[in-house]
């Protein structure tokens, strides 16, 4: 138990003495460099937060937090299924949609291509808020218009402007297991934006009965999406749904469908700590280094306490208590800085944008053109307890060395 005497001890070797000034500037150092570390640290997990939540958005722009597929093949009672599913609980909205895969064509180049066979007007309640039209609008697709939308990208590439003719091959599976090729004229009716490569250059939209006759399922689907009202309870909610539906049918969540893309965020977060984490680290030795020369500079002073009846436990304490002041000290206004830096990222780099004349991310480059900053107070937890451990435990060595000073050798000639 620390008592009064060890915690004034240990405070009162803070202060600096003019022959101890080279001790305080490292103790100093020691403390600056805890308080950069946990700082950084805060900041770019919570810039790694923002660009995962970023990517998250823009990924499920275009599509659904799950899905619910017929294991056998084509959903051939989709209303029902729609309304069964827009009953679970955390639900939103439910649509139906047909999944294609081929080619696109104008001209003489063809282009790889991703066809959604939508239903506008459910489609509406489910992302329409969220689809960014450049052009045109989802009320183009009509049952029989033979319309299609085209990402941005995928429409340049092909050079195809509004109302020019796109030629789509799709391949559609026969009767005997083999495929056969299907070409389909439609007319460019729009044009969307997701702010994702894997949307905007490969992604096509058309009505769903149109690609419904392409594949040659009638009035059948491949599949039904929903969103829910949060989009993290989605993997509970397909399993909820999963255990209701049966075997019947098979659920998917966008956790699964997209887990490559943060599974990198993940293993990228991790790598960032730990080199950041070298910080706090060398600020850790630092309270060592220092707290080993306050040691062999106090070898008198600490003779003199254990003749005075401390005990070596004691004299830990007091070597703790510096210690644990520098970091602990550290630790906090490194926690503070952070936080404040993370909350105003949005406002601080424009700002540095704006006064050096550049921009990190130019939009003509990147898809995310701003620096966004998610703040997780459980990343703050968990660096704060971390560097509180870190900057403890390297007290103990320091500590335990004064502690085994030898009071009769270190008086012997004073």
């Known amino acids: 138990m620390l008592n009064p005497v060890e915690l004034f001890v240990g405070m009162r070797y803070l202060r600096a003495k003019r022959r101890t000034r080279f ?24 810039v790694m937060n923002g660009f995962e939540g970023e990517l998250r ?7 659904a937090h799950g899905t619910v597929n017929a294991a056998d093949g084509a959903v051939e009672d989709w209303q029902v299924l729609v309304s069964d599913v827009s009953s679970e609980e955390g639900v939103t909205a439910a649509a139906p949609f047909v999944n294609m895969e081929g080619m696109v064509r104008t001209g003489g180049d063809l282009h790889g291509v991703v066809v959604h066979g939508i239903e506008p007007g459910y489609e509406q309640g489910l992302s329409g808020d969220l689809i960014n039209m450049v052009e045109g609008d989802l009320d183009v697709l009509q049952p029989g218009s033979r319309r299609i939308i085209l990402g941005r990208v995928l429409a340049f590439e092909i050079g195809a402007r509004i109302g020019d003719g796109v030629v789509l091959l799709i391949p559609r599976p026969v009767g005997d297991g083999t495929l056969e090729p299907v070409l389909e004229r439609f007319e ?8 994702l490569s894997d949307h905007d250059s490969v992604l096509a939209l058309v009505h769903i009965a149109d690609a419904a006759g392409i594949l040659g399922i009638g009035d059948a689907v491949t599949a039904v999406r929903f969103r829910t009202d949060d989009v993290m309870a ?3 909610v397909a399993a909820r749904l999963q255990a209701r539906l049966g075997d019947a049918m098979t659920t998917s969540d966008w956790s699964i469908e997209n887990a490559s893309y943060f599974r990198a965020i993940r293993i990228e977060k991790m790598m960032m700590s730990l080199i950041l984490s070298l910080i706090i680290g060398v600020a850790a030795f630092n309270i060592v280094a220092s707290l080993v020369m306050v040691v062999t500079d106090k070898t008198n002073d600490i003779a003199v306490l254990r003749t005075l009846g401390m ?6 304490r007091v070597f703790f208590v510096q210690g644990a002041i520098i970091g602990w000290a550290g630790v906090i206004v490194g926690v503070v800085l952070g936080v404040v830096l993370a909350i105003y990222v949005p406002v601080i780099v424009p700002f540095l944008e704006s006064l050096f004349g550049f921009q990190i991310m130019p939009g003509d480059v990147y898809y995310v053109s701003r620096i966004p900053s998610e703040l997780e ?31 009769a050798v270190a008086l012997r000639y004073e």
């Open 311 to 316: 005990g070596p436990d004691g004299v830990v």
């Open 57 to 63: 958005n823009r990924l499920l722009s275009m599509s």
């Open 23 to 46: 001790v305080s500037f490292i103790t100093l150092i020691s403390l600056v460099g805890i308080a950069l570390g946990v700082a950084a640290l805060i900041v770019i997990l919570s």
């Open 188 to 195: 460019l009716g729009g044009v969307f934006e997701a702010g």
């Open 234 to 236: 989605a993997p509970a």
């Open 377 to 407: 107070w459980r990343d703050v937890t968990v660096i704060a307890v971390a560097a509180f451990v870190l900057t403890s435990l390297a007290t103990l060595y320091p500590a335990r060395r004064a502690a085994l000073v030898n009071p």
